[in-house]
């Protein structure tokens, strides 16, 4: 019994312990541990992306703009790609539009941990916010040991190592033959790994479902890509329809 009271009293002190000394670190390192695991990822989507915007004709400054203005992975490769089937300047902005609306979504969730940040800084976070950042940023914010600081580095680490990975893509696809390696499936596949995250019940299964299926159909009516919107927004509408009527 004294040696089950001892190590029960013993162990929480340890825990406090290894938690005072992460909350010891600087930001610095402590933003850098958390980014390499998005940076792992970012580095394959990186290149491919970069070898597909070269292919569509984008030189290497061009991409690297691409991915210091927008910053977007999901957006950027559906730009590449319908600027390579010749679609026009508003069904692009309107499309990656709509495909980064959950940015909104995001961006408020993490503002509830950000009411007293300074607001230059809030700034130069916002640009920063992923996918992949959000879903870091938010489980540290939820610690209550994560601060401003160490989500700037976490962000910015990221998105450097997008930008590079993005420019060596487009440095390297001009020595990679179109359509090696199954290069040109990678936008499909990004999007599928994303579909596949983002469904967390029966409701978005449904979604999901008839999304594709007024995809397909409009496709063969509508001319362009903004059969890609509407059939978004329908899906969406009906999902929320279905959960306020039938409780799904």
């Known amino acids: 019994m004294l040696s089950l009271k001892l190590g029960y009293s013993m162990s929480p002190m340890k825990s406090k312990k290894d ?22 990822g970012y580095m394959p989507i990186g290149l491919a992306f970069g070898v597909l915007a070269q292919k569509a004709g984008l030189s290497p400054l061009e991409i690297g703009l691409m991915s210091v203005i927008v910053f977007a992975g999901s957006a950027q490769f559906i730009a590449v790609s319908m600027l390579a089937a010749g679609a026009s300047l508003f069904s692009i ?30 700034s130069f976070f916002a640009y920063g916010v992923t996918d992949e950042s959000f879903a870091v940023n938010l489980s540290k914010f939820r610690d209550s040991r994560w601060d401003l600081n160490s989500a700037l580095v976490t962000n910015y680490t990221a998105n450097f190592t997008w930008i590079i990975t993005t420019v060596l ?51 063969m009516l509508i001319p362009g890509n903004s059969y890609i919107v509407i059939a978004s927004m329908t899906a969406a509408a009906i999902g929320v329809v279905l959960k306020k009527k039938l409780g799904i």
């Not at 596949?196 to 449904?206: A, D, E, K, N």
Request: charged letters at 10%; glycine letters at 8%; aromatic letters at 14%.
């Open 93 to 122: 902005v309107a499309t990656t539009f709509m495909v980064n609306l959950r940015h909104f979504l995001m961006s408020s969730a993490l503002a509830v941990f950000l009411k007293n940040a300074d607001r230059k800084k809030l």
């Open 19 to 40: 938690n005072g000394s992460d909350h010891r670190k600087t930001p610095f390192p402590r933003g850098m541990a958390a980014a390499w695991p998005i940076c792992l």
């Open 169 to 219: 893509g487009g440095v390297g696809g001009q020595f990679i033959p179109a359509h090696a390696f199954g290069i040109d499936y990678a936008l499909i596949a990004m999007f599928i790994c994303l579909l596949v995250f983002q469904i967390r019940g029966f409701l978005y299964v449904i979604t999901a479902v008839i999304a594709g299926i007024f995809a397909v159909f409009l496709s």
